[in-house]
Each structure stands twice: as structure tokens, then as C-alpha cells.
């Protein structure tokens, strides 16, 4: 049986065991992400966890400094402009989402569940209780990720969220897993400021 308790075994085990063998790889990026433009290596941001209570969500630091602050990308001015000559690598690859690997490890997130939304990203939050898929742990990747990613409106997104919490499963995570890896290989569903409502996200 897939219980909450082994899933989060799993969880930590992986992730933990992922952040030892990556780790040349942070060193790597976070000298990277510090020679080349000021600031802070890490990005956090109040994101919604499971049962909408909140945690601060961990990234590589992908734009400047003076960036508007919780603004969604697509409703950035030129959003490029924002955006660090190692950020556009990082966020290509995906690789600014490595950080996260600590949030797992806390107990902030899973491998694998819907995406964190914003903390003010009330309408995909709304649609999401429609499917309790509030009620489950957000996920490094999902459903919904590897189903469009950045490409979603909204209540698509919240529907394939809700379908991961009805599918559920050892091997259905599994499944969620591997068809990411092709995803990121592929940079299926990337689109730098979003084409649907999904979007109204983090500026990161």
C-alpha cells in the first residue's frame, strides 16, 4: 500500500540522496550565480503548501535584484531584461528548480504533486479546492507539469491536478517522474512568460 508515510520515506531518501551526488553541481552553480550579477545565490518565495498553509519556496536566483517583487512574469514590461545571462541558462534546463530538493528533504514538498502555487494566486488556488487538490503535498513536478507546464489556463491545470490526486500511486509517481526527465530534455511546455492563465505565477 502507497501511504502518505512511505511516500514521504521515499521522498527524503531520494532527495537526500540526490543532493549528495548533485552537490559538485550547487557548488558549480551557486559560484556561478555570484560572480556573475549581485545578490543572494538562493530565491525564496511564500508558496502554498499543503491543507493552503505556507512555506518559502527554494530556487536558484535566475533574475536581477530590482526585479518587481511577487509580479508574474507575463505582466513584466520586457521580462528578459530581468533575466541574468546564467538565469537563462538555469531556467531553460530547469535547473533553478534544484534547490528544491531541500524543501523535500524539510517536509515542505514531494517529488511528485501539483506545483506550489503563488501565495496570491487565488484563482488557481479556488479551482484547486474543487479537486482537494489543495490537500495533498505540492511537488517538485506533477501531472499537470509534464501536461503542459507553462503552456495551461488555469482550470486545465487545476483539473490534472486533481486527476494526480485520484490516480495516485507508486507507480503513477513513477510514471510522473520519468515522463519529466523527457520534458525538461525536450523543454516541453516552456514558455518564458506563459501563454495561458496558468501563469500568474512567480516572476522566478
Not at 536581477?64 to 512574469?73: G, L, M, N, Q
Not at 534547490?99 to 506545483?115: E, F, H, S, T
Amino acid at each position: 500500500m502507497y501511504s502518505k508515510g512511505i511516500k514521504r520515506i521515499l521522498d527524503f531518501c531520494i532527495s537526500f540522496c540526490g543532493f549528495i551526488i548533485l552537490s559538485p553541481l550547487f557548488i558549480i552553480l551557486c559560484i556561478l550565480i555570484k560572480i556573475t550579477s549581485p545578490g543572494p545565490v538562493f530565491f525564496k518565495q511564500k508558496r502554498v503548501g499543503i491543507h493552503k498553509t505556507y512555506f518559502n519556496i527554494l530556487k536558484f536566483r535566475t533574475m536581477r535584484i530590482d526585479t518587481p517583487k511577487d509580479v508574474p512574469t507575463h505582466m513584466l514590461t520586457n521580462p528578459d531584461q530581468y533575466i541574468t545571462s546564467v538565469g537563462k541558462f538555469l531556467r531553460k534546463t530547469s535547473l533553478d528548480e534544484l534547490p528544491q530538493l531541500i524543501n523535500i528533504i524539510k517536509g515542505d514538498m514531494a517529488i511528485v504533486g501539483p506545483r506550489p502555487a503563488l501565495w496570491n494566486q487565488y484563482d488557481l488556488i479556488e479551482e484547486r479546492d474543487k479537486y482537494r487538490a489543495n490537500d495533498v503535498m505540492p511537488g517538485l513536478t506533477g501531472w499537470a507539469q509534464i501536461n503542459g507546464r507553462d503552456e495551461l489556463e488555469i482550470p486545465v491545470k487545476a483539473k490534472l491536478d486533481g486527476e494526480y490526486v485520484q490516480r495516485q500511486s507508486f507507480l503513477f509517481d513513477c510514471k510522473c517522474f520519468l515522463m519529466t526527465i523527457t520534458s525538461v530534455l525536450k523543454h516541453d511546455g516552456v514558455v518564458e512568460g506563459g501563454t495561458g492563465e496558468m501563469h500568474r505565477g512567480d516572476h522566478e
